[in-house]
């Protein structure tokens, strides 16, 4: 059973000049008469921090009426190149649309083959199925959530044409691995990037400058997010940056002649601007969501859920299992951003209606692998086993981590976990059985 660590509380002091923050012991146990809202997610509370950068810029678009590329997509550009030590960038419409153009680059078509991560957001996957391709599945690592290098070489045949490993939830797939095994078979890699800009290696390589390109999404959940659906391409090859850049815009070559056919891939204006008031504040938004992670690690050992980040097998000292980092270096401050704080348990819905009910907001990031989407059922690769995908589908749960949530807020969440796996009547029936991806504990 879990300790009987005391549960931490907070009491605000307040000054003329500062909000001090005293920690005390409390004996409180969270029960449904006790409410404390704690969204997954509050992009009011950024909005509020650069609404005044924000009106008068946009305000300054409609004014001028220049709202397809022009001088704010190409400052986004410009800066994005730079942040990810790239050679150049480009601005699309929107992450999915970055996928498809990188395919699209390649002339992936009918009778190719696309490998990537049974486990991830359905782009991923969809952009290759509409192209007529066919995507090939392969299991995740149990600590990281992301594609298993070993079983990706498994997987490669002679139809391969390119790889996309996906770095999910903020930090970096096992790129060093990935990349020498797709040289040694000549294929092309693009990284899906939608949820890690800024993210590094632990030899701090940013993501997005590794693979043949890069592929980033501004969807407004993400922690560099847009007002609406925007895009990012990065690559470090010229011709093919110059391929791209006719690819945005229907192939066009010339004004009204038309190289090859592309499709409407432009960013609006407004995206673009609105991206570059918000990119001076990325690195300290990333850091924010990580000192909120860190703070849910050490709640989480004190308070006996979980014996420390890494771990894979669940017993009564481990009821919740957290994040592995395994890329955490002093060269790689960003080794995580964390633009998703997920936690295993075994009593996933169980544990997430219990947080709803006490204003706790939690999301499943993802609930059906690739392989049992029925869109996918008749691809070879979906009958293959995928034991550790069917493990995570069942048994992930992501915690608010957004970088304005407050001490209290992440104390409220690690106490309402703690009093439901105290609670017996709560743990009648497993989501999760006990399966083979989690029958060696390790800790990286």
Same mark, same amino acid.
């Given at each position: ?11 605000? @002091? ?33 909005? &509020?921090?650069?609404? *005044?950068?924000? *009106? ?13 590329? +022009?001088?704010?997509?190409? @400052? ?56 007529? &391709? ?18 990706? *070489? ?14 999910? /939830? +903020?930090?970096?797939?096992?790129? %060093? ?20 800009? $800024?993210?590094? @290696?632990?030899? $701090? ?9 890069? !592929? ?6 993400? #922690? ?11 690559? #470090? ?21 038309? +190289? =090859? ?13 609105? @991206?570059?008031?918000?990119?001076? /504040? ?25 014996? +420390? ?7 009564? &000292? #481990? ?33 997430? &209606? ?11 990031? /993802? ?10 059922? $008749? ?6 086993? /995928?034991?550790?995908?069917? !493990?995570?589908?069942? %048994? ?23 009093? =439901? ?13 006990? !399966?083979? !991806? $989690? ?6």
């Amino acid at each position: 059973m879990m300790s009987e660590a005391p549960i931490w509380g907070f009491v605000h @002091l307040k000054s003329s000049r500062i909000r001090k923050l005293k920690i005390i012991k409390t004996v409180f146990t969270p029960s449904k008469s006790y409410f404390m809202n704690v969204p997954l997610l509050d992009l009011k509370l950024q909005y &509020a921090t650069i609404k *005044e950068q924000i *009106e008068p810029k946009i305000l300054g678009l409609m004014e001028s009426q220049s709202l397809i590329l +022009g001088k704010e997509v190409e @400052l986004l550009e410009e800066t994005s190149a730079r942040y990810c030590n790239t050679q150049h960038a480009l601005g699309v419409s929107s992450g999915t649309d970055a996928l498809l153009m990188a395919l699209m680059s390649l002339n992936i078509g009918p009778g190719d083959e696309v490998i990537l991560p049974t486990f991830s957001f359905f782009a991923t996957a969809g952009v290759v199925s509409r192209l007529h &391709a066919t995507p090939v599945f392969v299991d995740i690592d149990p600590v990281t959530f992301m594609i298993d290098p070993r079983l990706m *070489e498994s997987a490669i045949t002679k139809q391969t044409k390119a790889i996309i490993p996906v770095h999910l /939830y +903020g930090q970096a797939a096992d790129m %060093d691995a990935i990349m020498a095994i797709a040289n040694a078979h000549a294929i092309p890699v693009i990284e899906d990037c939608a949820q890690a800009i $800024g993210t590094q @290696l632990p030899d $701090g390589r940013p993501v997005g400058s590794i693979g043949l390109m890069g !592929c980033f999404s501004f969807y407004p959940t993400k #922690n560099l997010g847009a007002f609406g659906d925007a895009g990012l391409i990065t690559t #470090n090859d010229s011709a093919l940056f110059t391929h791209l850049q006719q690819m945005r815009n229907h192939g066009q070559i010339e004004r009204y002649k038309h +190289g =090859f056919v592309g499709g409407n891939f432009r960013i609006d204006a407004l995206q673009a601007a609105v @991206l570059n008031i918000k990119f001076p /504040y990325l690195e300290s938004w990333h850091k924010a969501r990580r000192n909120n992670a860190e703070t849910y690690v050490r709640l989480f050992q004190e308070f006996g859920l979980s014996e +420390g980040p890494g771990l894979t097998s669940f017993n009564d &000292a #481990n009821v919740a299992l957290l994040p592995g980092m395994p890329n955490k270096t002093e060269k790689a401050p960003n080794h995580h951003i964390f633009n998703q704080f997920v936690i295993r348990v075994q009593y996933r819905n169980a544990l997430r &209606a219990y947080l709803s009910e006490r204003g706790i907001g939690t999301e499943v990031y /993802y609930p059906i692998p690739f392989h049992e989407q029925p869109c996918f059922k $008749g691809l070879p690769s979906s009958s293959n086993p /995928y034991p550790v995908s069917d !493990c995570a589908s069942r %048994d992930v749960l992501a915690l608010p981590i957004f970088p304005e949530l407050t001490q209290e807020q992440i104390v409220h969440v690690a106490q309402t976990i703690r009093a =439901f796996f105290n609670d017996s009547a709560n743990l009648s029936s497993k989501e999760c059985l006990d !399966c083979d !991806c $989690g029958k060696t504990a390790k800790r990286l």
